[in-house]
């Protein structure tokens, strides 16, 4: 009995020490295994991964590790998007300065308070991309004299949800940034001004991109846009202000400028007209959306003269128009589909999303009826998306919206994406004669 005992302690041990040295030898397999990895995969591998746990997770391994997180070529990607982050973050960046190639400071992180504690300044020597949530107005002026001593910044996007109603001293501030060529501005709410003189001498900034998201009249637009010459892309995303004087708005040469991106909603066809004529472009790429102003944005000749006259380089061309309320359209039906915009391509489409309706103009995509060698009948290709409609709203106001596009171009394709009825849909397909085909998400009987 004894021996047994004994027998099966040492059949115990000896299968622990195996299993002991197993593990050993795997955990040397893999080590051994990793460090033959080489430097260039490993900095594809980080560029995945956030700095700070990089540096946390490599930094005391070896030397191999610690001589490779110092090397000239791996550069650190920093999201500040929790408070355990900024804590790792505050022990380690006097080691990762000088290695930083972005950082994002984002919500629950309070940016005011961390700035309390660091500053961005020319010992971040690496450091490319800032992009800066809720900061609070007096923080932002001495942020952005700072940001004057990096020597490599080439991207800059600030939101905040504070008021700032003078922009002034902002952005003389981000356009003299040496190195900048991306920059966004982002605010809520739509009360701010901007009053600064035309630029002269020079006062020119290197941006190349350049994304307006506050308020602004055009002349304040004119004056901003007076300051980057070598501006390639306009994005331009947020409500302007009602701005009476844009028959005033002086040209402005921007030879460089291939893109302009506008989301707005308070500018009718007139001004919008103004506007690109006295923009010196060639434009390639221009993408509109327009909500519940102006009815005439959907008069596709005064488009095409526009185009024809003033955007003679244009190839990419994009129209959304929402109408929330009913508008009265005295224009011809199928107006989309003149050999002007059959030549590119163009085509027209609506969407019923909720109790707004949606008019598109853009490029035709291929569709799920098509077939191998499908000829393309561009004066039949106008589709009507139904993509939400609340389930309890009475059948006649979607019948409603439905008469209202009638109105403006006739239906040959059907894409309705929610549930409905059999009932309701055979009324649809009552209210559309000239329909040719039909997409149904599903079908409840």
Not at 82 to 106: A, G, L
Not at 343 to 364: G, S
Not at 368 to 393: A, H, P, R
Request: glycine share 2%.
């Amino acid at each position: 009995m004894d021996h047994m005992k004994r027998q099966l302690s040492f059949n115990q041990l000896s299968e622990e020490k195996t299993k002991k040295l197993r593990n050993e030898l795997l955990d040397e397999l893999i080590i051994s295994s990793v460090e033959n990895l080489s430097n260039e995969l490993f900095n594809e591998i980080f560029d995945y991964l956030d700095g700070i746990d990089i540096y946390q997770a490599f930094s005391n391994l070896n030397d191999r590790f610690q001589q490779l997180l110092t090397s000239s070529f791996i550069l650190y990607k920093i999201d500040l998007n929790q408070i355990t982050s900024k804590e790792k973050f505050m022990v380690n960046y006097t080691q990762m300065k000088h290695h930083i190639y972005s950082i994002y400071f984002q919500f629950p992180v309070d940016i005011n308070q961390l700035l309390t504690s660091f500053t961005i300044d020319s010992s971040f020597n690496r450091l490319q991309s800032l992009v800066i949530e809720d900061i609070h107005p007096d923080k932002l002026i001495s942020f952005l004299i700072n940001l004057n001593s990096l020597p490599k910044l080439f991207s800059l996007n600030i939101r905040t949800i504070h008021t700032i109603e003078v922009l002034n001293n902002i952005y003389q501030l981000i356009f003299a940034l040496s190195k900048l060529k991306h920059n966004k501005l982002y605010l809520y709410g739509n009360e701010c001004s901007i009053s600064i003189p035309m630029a002269a001498g020079k006062q020119f900034s290197t941006i190349e991109y350049l994304d307006i998201a506050h308020g602004y009249t055009f002349d304040e637009l004119s004056t901003l846009i007076s300051y980057t010459p070598q501006l390639r892309h306009l994005h331009l995303s947020h409500a302007n202000q009602d701005d009476s004087t844009i028959e005033t708005m002086l040209p402005i040469n921007l030879d460089n400028l291939t893109c302009i991106s506008m989301y707005t909603n308070n500018i009718n066809f007139d001004e919008f007209e103004i506007f690109i004529q006295n923009i010196y472009s060639n434009l390639k790429t221009l993408d509109v959306t327009f909500l519940h102003q102006d009815i005439n944005f959907l008069h596709a000749y005064r488009w095409e003269q526009l185009i024809l006259r003033y955007l003679s380089q244009l190839k990419k061309f994009s129209l959304k128009y929402y109408e929330h309320k009913y508008s009265i359209y005295s224009g011809e039906r199928n107006q989309f589909v003149s050999p002007f915009w059959i030549e590119r391509k163009l085509i027209f489409n609506v969407e019923i999303n909720e109790y707004n309706i949606l008019y598109l103009v853009c490029p035709y995509s291929k569709r799920w009826y098509e077939y191998k060698n499908f000829t393309v009948d561009y004066l039949k290709s106008t589709q009507l998306t139904i993509k939400y409609v609340f389930s309890g709203e009475p059948a006649d106001n979607l019948f409603m919206y439905i008469k209202r596009i009638l109105n403006k171009v006739q239906i040959y394709h059907l894409n309705i994406q929610q549930q409905i009825s059999i009932d309701r849909l055979m009324q649809i397909i009552h209210l559309l004669p000239d329909l040719i085909t039909l997409q149904i998400n599903s079908l409840a009987f």
